[in-house]
């Protein structure tokens, strides 16, 4: 029987934007998102965080529900503008507010892993060029030290940025995050910026020398796949690959941007001369793991049309309600590509999951069985690579429970918790009653 180590972490995953609510108390201030989702039509049908899952108000509850499915982490991100609501301006209620949760956690002995940066940039920091502005670099390393030196002694994992893809081209090339840039130029500084914050903080946590404590960055990385053996196609796929996935791993692993990335993108925008010398020595500073999100393979075809010539090709695989292809022998490949390619470092799958358009049944239960489907098989490719040789060392499923989905709004449940934002009652769906068990049992067989 295919067991999970005892040290394999089967964990959970939320980020302080899509569940906390409570904008505006406990001293907090305005962060981008709070500013993009009050624009109109930047969320559907113009939902913001405002209230989300009301975390704020419902710790103890919500970590009770952690406790009865028996995960053994939490990882959860927090909130800047809490910390620092404004410029150098340290709000002790939000560390009294994270204290508790971690508190809250370790009681139950659930480990607490943070996110230190899942997109909530404070809109003090925005006003002042946000990620454009390599200052920025310097405020992060100082929320950063600050956290440290409140919570290191009692958080095992570190992870300084979620998804730097995300944060810097969908929030500053394809204007669909926020704060809702449409520019190629900018979108690489913020990349880049993001990067090299990760790299000094790193440099900064280990000054502390915390004991039991490791740091890592978590990128969201899909395989990428030609539709066809055509030349074009072919390096449609390679530069999709570039964009989406060498991008951010190379210059953290390797030392280096990837050339044919970078010829394309200076014909697009002129020398990216925001990249200092010395920076890439900073962003690949040794790390402890790589953190991975994966959510589905992609599909791309030549598009003469686009800027960066390709664009993605929907596949026949199933899809969850997000329109993305259930597929996780792409995860196979993926990780199989990062163990070749990349690092020996452990890895963490830091999310993994799926949206479904969930029911609830007339005696209150929710029979999520696709959900339960998605997550054993991508499971079992997890013990497939270990068995393999690979170096994973855990999996945070996403989502802890049902979330404000960024510019989705609340339209899309990733939950294994259902809330029902009327009435704020948390539900368990199926889905949490099997992992529940697969915990108890480490073993998916159950
Ligand atoms: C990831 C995000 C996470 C969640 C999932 C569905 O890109 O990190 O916050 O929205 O997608």
Known sequence: MNKFEDDFILGTATAAYQIEGGVNEGGRMPSIWDTFSKKEENVFMGHTGDIACDHYHRVKEDVKILDNIGVDSYRFSISWSRIFPCKDEFNPEGVKFYKNLINELKDKKIAPAITLYHWDLPQWAQDLGGWENRDCIYWFEDYCTRIFEEFGQDVSMWITHNEPFCASILGNYLGMHA??????????????????????????????????????????????????????????????????????LDPLLKGHYPEDMVDLYEKEVGVLDFILEGDLNIISTDMDFLGINYYTRSIVEYDGHSQLKFRGVDGEKEKTAMGWENSPESMHDLLTRIKQEYTKLPLYITENGAAYDDVVTGDNKIHDIDRINFIKVHLKVIQEFIKEGGNLKGYYLWSFMDNFEWSYGYSKRFGMVYVNYNTQERIMKDSAIWYKKIIKARSLEV
């Open 179 to 248: 704060p809702g840039n449409k520019d190629l130029k900018k979108a690489l500084i913020v990349a880049h910026h993001l990067l090299l914050s990760h790299g000094i903080v790193v440099r900064a946590f280990k000054k502390f020398k915390f004991e039991n404590s490791k740091i890592g960055i978590t990128l969201n990385l899909s395989p990428t796949y030609a539709v066809s053996m055509k030349k074009e196609d072919v390096i449609a796929a390679k530069i999709s690959d570039g964009y989406n996935n060498r991008w951010f």
